[in-house]
């Protein structure tokens, strides 16, 4: 198993990078930040400018960002620079204050979530969103013990990490913690997924009980996004809620990928489940790159935790990043992005399939809405994942103006997360350069 960390980083002893410019660029870089700061790509990428789906490198050659999902309504979308500078110049200051502006979009965000997630709270990253979840658990349920997948990634502080276990060996998992594989449709789709995945859900409960700890949560990014990209049979994560209930437990979703209607046909991924969860987090999209991110439960989880411990976070809530996030809600609503997203991500999945039927190193192609996923293997019917193979399609697409990321356990997946803005020229353009490569061995 590979860090998620460590997934298409850069290392200069397999580096191909001949530019005087860029060369002096990385020794610049690990002079501050250190060698280990990871960066992406063989040949790492100085971008200078973005605008919707493209990003411009320093010679202002275009890139069709096929992997950045934090623009999620487009680089530099001009609604959301507006309403940030509009705010900045007005007024940017904290929730201890009242605030029309910020109750306006606290609104208009929770509107968008069902009965009874009614009660937000305010971050600036999904680290700091999953931090006060875990702590809302523990105090709801008196109980330490949580349930997560095997190669989730949940984000990067003491308590976050120890939920983590993508980040590698070298950071362990919390003792109260207890992993599950991942609804892997591809290596396991019979006899069935959801039956599957709540029998490891009941037998994680079990020996957290047979060592004395009480089950806080089960904590489920929705669409797996660091597992493989599961999103299929929808309804798969209802039995396994069920047993997180039964034994006492909340379920915690984690929104900061599949959120913000990624997905195309809900706006949040518990939705394509029929879930309804105890806890919601947010982050990533939220605010179109200003940093922003969020909580949702209900009045009595959020009373039983804020009304003894409360909760305070300077940033969260400012002004700045509210202004941001209304923005986003609102161009996702105004141009009809989770349509664009069902559209140009079904059409995109539709000709990466078709790539996979001439091109035998495709073992499958999954997804929803603008998320999808590509994965390699050695041979078809072995289905042994070929790591290198995806590492290379990754730096050819990148040496081909095309940028998608890697992901997976085993390494061996593309990443496929465009800006919501994404259109069917723009999936043409990534599946022409795809099969290109794939035909040509190209680099
Ligand atoms: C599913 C998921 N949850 C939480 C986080 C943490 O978010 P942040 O990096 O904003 O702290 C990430 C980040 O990649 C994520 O993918």
């Given at each position: 198993?590979?860090?998620?960390?460590k997934?298409?980083?850069?290392?200069?002893?397999?580096s191909?990078?001949?530019?005087?410019?860029i060369?002096e660029?990385?020794?610049?870089?690990?002079?501050?930040?250190?060698?280990?700061a990871?960066?992406?790509?063989?040949?790492?990428?100085?971008?200078?400018?973005?605008?919707?789906?493209?990003?411009?490198?320093?010679?202002?050659r275009?890139?069709?960002?096929?992997?950045?999902?934090?623009?999620?309504?487009?680089?530099?979308?001009p609604?959301?620079?507006?309403?940030?500078?509009r705010?900045?110049a007005?007024?940017?200051?904290?929730?201890?204050?009242?605030?029309?502006?910020?109750?306006?979009?606290?609104?208009?965000?929770?509107?968008?979530?069902?009965?009874?997630?009614?009660?937000?709270?305010?971050?600036?990253?999904?680290?700091?969103?999953?931090?006060?979840?875990?702590?809302?658990?523990?105090?709801?349920t008196?109980?330490?013990?949580?349930?997560?997948?095997?190669?989730?990634?949940?984000?990067?502080?003491?308590?976050?990490?120890?939920?983590?276990?993508?980040?590698?060996?070298?950071?362990?998992?919390g003792?109260?913690?207890?992993?599950?594989?991942?609804?892997?449709?591809?290596?396991?789709?019979?006899?069935?997924?959801?039956?599957?995945?709540?029998?490891?859900?009941?037998?994680?409960?079990?020996d957290?009980?047979?060592?004395?700890?009480?089950?806080a949560?089960?904590?489920?990014?929705?669409?797996?996004?660091?597992?493989?990209?599961?999103?299929?049979?929808p309804?798969?994560?209802?039995?396994?809620?069920?047993?997180?209930?039964?034994?006492?437990?909340?379920v915690?979703?984690?929104?900061?990928?599949?959120?913000?209607?990624?997905?195309?046909?809900?706006?949040?991924?518990?939705?394509?489940?029929?879930?309804?969860?105890?806890?919601?987090?947010m982050?990533?999209?939220?605010?179109?790159?200003?940093?922003?991110?969020?909580?949702?439960?209900?009045?009595?989880?959020?009373?039983?935790?804020a009304?003894?411990?409360?909760?305070?976070?300077?940033?969260?809530?400012?002004?700045?990043?509210?202004?941001?996030?209304?923005?986003?809600?609102?161009?996702?609503?105004?141009?009809?992005?989770?349509?664009?997203?069902?559209?140009?991500?079904?059409?995109?999945?539709?000709?990466?399939?078709?790539?996979?039927?001439?091109?035998?190193?495709?073992?499958?192609?999954?997804?929803?809405?603008?998320?999808?996923?590509?994965?390699?293997?050695?041979?078809?019917?072995?289905?042994?994942?070929?790591?290198?193979?995806?590492?290379?399609?990754?730096?050819?697409?990148?040496?081909?103006?095309?940028?998608?990321?890697?992901?997976?356990?085993?390494?061996?997946?593309?990443?496929?997360?465009?800006?919501l803005?994404?259109?069917?020229?723009?999936?043409?353009?990534l599946?022409?350069?795809?099969?290109?490569?794939?035909r040509?061995?190209?680099?």
């Amino acid at each position: 198993m590979q860090s998620i960390l460590k997934i298409n980083a850069f290392d200069s002893n397999h580096s191909s990078v001949s530019d005087a410019s860029i060369l002096e660029l990385i020794k610049r870089r690990e002079r501050s930040f250190g060698a280990d700061a990871p960066l992406f790509y063989a040949n790492p990428l100085h971008v200078v400018r973005g605008q919707g789906v493209w990003l411009y490198d320093s010679d202002g050659r275009p890139f069709l960002d096929a992997y950045n999902n934090v623009p999620h309504v487009g680089h530099c979308n001009p609604d959301v620079v507006e309403a940030v500078a509009r705010q900045a110049a007005t007024l940017n200051t904290h929730t201890r204050y009242l605030s029309e502006q910020s109750y306006a979009y606290a609104e208009q965000l929770l509107e968008t979530f069902p009965a009874p997630l009614s009660k937000l709270s305010l971050t600036c990253t999904g680290t700091e969103s999953v931090d006060l979840a875990m702590r809302m658990a523990y105090k709801y349920t008196g109980g330490t013990g949580f349930i997560v997948t095997r190669f989730a990634y949940h984000g990067n502080s003491v308590a976050v990490s120890s939920i983590s276990p993508s980040v590698g060996l070298a950071v362990p998992v919390g003792r109260d913690v207890r992993l599950v594989a991942a609804p892997d449709s591809y290596r396991h789709p019979q006899p069935s997924i959801a039956g599957r995945l709540a029998e490891q859900v009941s037998a994680a409960i079990d020996d957290l009980e047979q060592h004395g700890v009480k089950l806080a949560a089960m904590i489920i990014d929705s669409i797996f996004s660091s597992d493989g990209v599961y999103t299929d049979p929808p309804g798969f994560l209802q039995s396994a809620a069920a047993r997180v209930r039964m034994a006492g437990g909340l379920v915690i979703a984690d929104e900061v990928q599949p959120g913000f209607g990624r997905t195309g046909t809900h706006m949040w991924g518990f939705q394509r489940h029929a879930l309804i969860p105890d806890i919601v987090v947010m982050g990533k999209p939220m605010g179109n790159g200003i940093p922003i991110g969020g909580v949702v439960t209900t009045p009595e989880i959020l009373k039983a935790f804020a009304g003894s411990a409360g909760y305070f976070n300077t940033f969260g809530g400012n002004g700045v990043s509210c202004a941001a996030g209304h923005a986003v809600l609102n161009v996702l609503r105004r141009d009809n992005l989770l349509q664009n997203a069902t559209d140009v991500g079904g059409y995109l999945k539709r000709q990466l399939q078709a790539v996979a039927g001439v091109h035998e190193c495709i073992g499958d192609v999954r997804g929803a809405g603008l998320y999808l996923s590509v994965e390699f293997v050695t041979q078809r019917d072995t289905r042994e994942p070929d790591a290198p193979k995806a590492a290379a399609v990754i730096n050819a697409l990148r040496n081909r103006g095309v940028l998608v990321g890697g992901t997976g356990a085993h390494a061996n997946m593309l990443k496929i997360r465009p800006p919501l803005v994404f259109s069917r020229e723009n999936a043409d353009l990534l599946v022409l350069a795809l099969d290109d490569i794939l035909r040509t061995g190209g680099e």
